[in-house]
């Protein structure tokens, strides 16, 4: 009891110094080409030595080409850092951090999915406490400087990193795989870059992964306690927009209306757990996919409907809000929250996403509510503290 009451506390509190922060000025640039605005905007900041961090296959398929001829008729120097892959580890951050010295590079600019871009935040970071590793950084408001100006462009509509204050890195510890976060104001990126034309090539699976992803980040914003009024209205709003727009975009890559849209419905959910933080959801994901390999939009789509349902009467309240937002019907509270959860594994099951996680072992179960439990408390707001047994509860629901 003691616990839960010290928990509460110490998140109010919390909550009060983010809602004093909610606005942090963002330059954001949305629409299609938008990317090719940016050499003007790079002369206009004098920036004239670039890190661009992104991956071997953005760089192989000729997508940067007209953005490098764009920074050269400018004379910008770019030099191309293209060593992250999925779940990015330290070492691809010390290296990126190394040529950032080298080069005296005067910006980064991430362009890729979430990985990259939470790998390029971690380089900024390096770059302003080089003396301060990156373990030495997780958990909350250890950074505490300011990055080197960061541009960030999503080319997934998913983990709303480009809004975030938050960066995900494994690490390997005690010979085991961990993910975890570092997070910190200091890494919400100075400009986000929203164009649709650099996510149509993405495969239908990840758009349904990254999207699931993004409705996660909105959801669990929204059910957690202290969320202010712009919070709860990005959170309603993003859910809406990927209601709307997800099963198009995943139907049809190539729409660019849905593609905007999907950016713009993780760019505000990024922006609501910014504010009031994400879940069990993701506590239990990160601790999954680091065991596991399995993709985080594709944990939280198997995962998000299990602690709905878990969190029981609690939540039907907000469900039923979501619920009406987007004209599910229903008569009673909890017949609105029951249709909520319901909708969310229709669409999940209409993108052939699996309701259980394959390969999940009982003999892991400690293991993963020791991890999720060490993210989440005493951080996230969650509606209900939960213990071992919970965790439990929501991994049985998944076994397959």
Not at 194 to 216: E, K, V, Y
Request: aromatic share 8%.
């Amino acid at each position: 009891m003691h616990s839960i009451f010290w928990f509460r506390t110490r998140q109010w509190v919390l909550s009060r110094v983010l809602h004093l922060t909610e606005h942090k000025k963002q330059t954001l640039l949305a629409a299609p080409d938008a990317v090719l605005l940016l050499p003007a905007l790079f002369r206009k900041c004098r920036i004239s030595r670039i890190l661009l961090v992104t991956t071997p296959g953005f760089v192989r398929r000729g997508t940067l080409t007209s953005l490098l001829d764009g920074c050269k008729k400018e004379n910008i120097s770019v030099t191309i850092f293209s060593e992250i892959a999925p779940d990015p580890q330290i070492e691809s951050v010390e290296q990126g951090f190394r040529l950032y010295q080298q080069l005296q590079a005067q910006a980064i600019l991430a362009i890729g999915g979430g990985s990259v871009l939470d790998a390029a935040k971690l380089i900024g970071a390096r770059v302003c406490c080089p003396k301060k590793t990156v373990p030495a950084m997780r958990g909350l408001l250890k950074v505490r400087r300011k990055l080197p100006p960061l541009f960030a462009v999503p080319t997934t509509a998913g983990t709303g990193s480009e809004a975030t204050a938050a960066a995900v890195i494994t690490d390997c510890i005690d010979g085991k795989p961990y993910k975890y976060a570092v997070n910190d104001l200091c890494l919400i990126p100075d400009t986000a870059v929203l164009d649709p034309r650099l996510t149509i090539s993405l495969p239908s699976s990840m758009t349904a992964d990254t999207g699931m992803d993004a409705l996660t980040h909105a959801m669990e914003a929204f059910l957690n306690l202290f969320a202010s009024r712009s919070v709860q209205n990005a959170s309603i709003e993003a859910v809406c927009e990927n209601f709307h727009a997800l099963p198009e975009a995943w139907r049809d890559g190539t729409h660019l209306a849905a593609r905007q849209e999907m950016l713009h419905a993780s760019y505000l959910a990024g922006f609501a757990f910014t504010n009031n933080f994400v879940g069990y959801v993701h506590a239990i994901a990160h601790a999954v996919g680091a065991l596991y390999h399995i993709p985080h939009g594709r944990a939280n789509a198997v995962l998000l409907p299990a602690v709905l349902r878990e969190y029981g009467s609690c939540i039907a309240p907000k469900l039923a809000v979501l619920a009406d937002a987007l004209s599910l019907g229903g008569d009673t509270v909890s017949e609105k929250a029951e249709r909520m959860i319901a909708a969310i594994e229709a669409m999940r099951d209409s993108f052939d996403i699996p309701s259980t996680l394959p390969h999940l072992s009982p003999n892991d179960y400690t293991e993963i509510a020791r991890r999720a439990l060490k993210e989440a408390n005493p951080t996230y707001p969650v509606p209900q503290i939960w213990d071992s047994e919970k965790i439990f509860s929501v991994l049985r629901r998944v076994q397959s």
